[in-house]
């Protein structure tokens, strides 16, 4: 059953890379093997992220080995930490700031993935446990200090609620 919702996510659930601090292009760590040109560890920037935390490689990202770049999304995360945990701030700034504004984008990408997970769900299934749980996370994501959230305790109870037999079916239904 469906509740009319459109099935597109939210702003604040889509990656604005205009609105962000790079973040994605520095904390993750790259793997050559998955689309990212290059292995990276964790917590480097990209030589290819300019000063203006724009890509210098964007027109060529296939050609030049960096597919996943191109679908990789942040689901908000990054404009979340960029321009409402850390205003004005950069983590290029001191390494007090990245580590603090790090650890946030970490948790904040397991934060958006399930929400948008979940939205996504309850665009198509009308249950509403999914609007409470996304309504919980969305909560807790604007009202927590990030490094008091329990993102474990919250993705196992959200893969448990997607995982009970009524949503499944629902969702496997629409396959
Ligand atoms: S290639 Fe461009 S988009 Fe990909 S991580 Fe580097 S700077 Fe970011």
Do not use: N
Not at 56 to 80: E, K, N, W
Not at 81 to 91: A, E, I, K, N, R
């Amino acid at each position: 059953m469906t509740t009319g919702r459109r099935a597109v996510l939210p702003a604040h659930l889509r990656a604005d890379c205009a609105a962000c601090t790079g973040l994605c292009c520095v904390v993750p760590p790259f793997d050559a093997q998955q689309g990212f040109g290059f292995d990276k560890p964790a917590h480097t920037p990209c030589p290819h992220l300019c000063g203006d935390f724009k890509c210098g490689i964007h027109a060529d990202l296939v050609d030049r080995g960096f597919r996943g770049c191109t679908v990789f999304d942040c689901h908000g995360a990054g404009q979340r930490v960029s321009q409402q945990l850390f205003p004005g701030q950069d983590w290029r700034d001191s390494a007090d700031t990245a580590r603090q504004m790090f650890g946030a984008y970490e948790r904040m990408r397991g934060l958006h993935d399930l929400m948008a997970l979940l939205y996504t769900a309850s665009v198509h299934v009308d249950d509403a446990r999914l609007t409470a749980q996304l309504d919980a996370i969305e909560h807790q994501s604007k009202h927590t200090p990030p490094d008091q959230i329990d993102a474990a305790e919250l993705k196992r109870t959200t893969m448990a609620l997607l995982a009970d037999p009524a949503i499944r079916a629902a969702l496997q239904a629409l396959r």
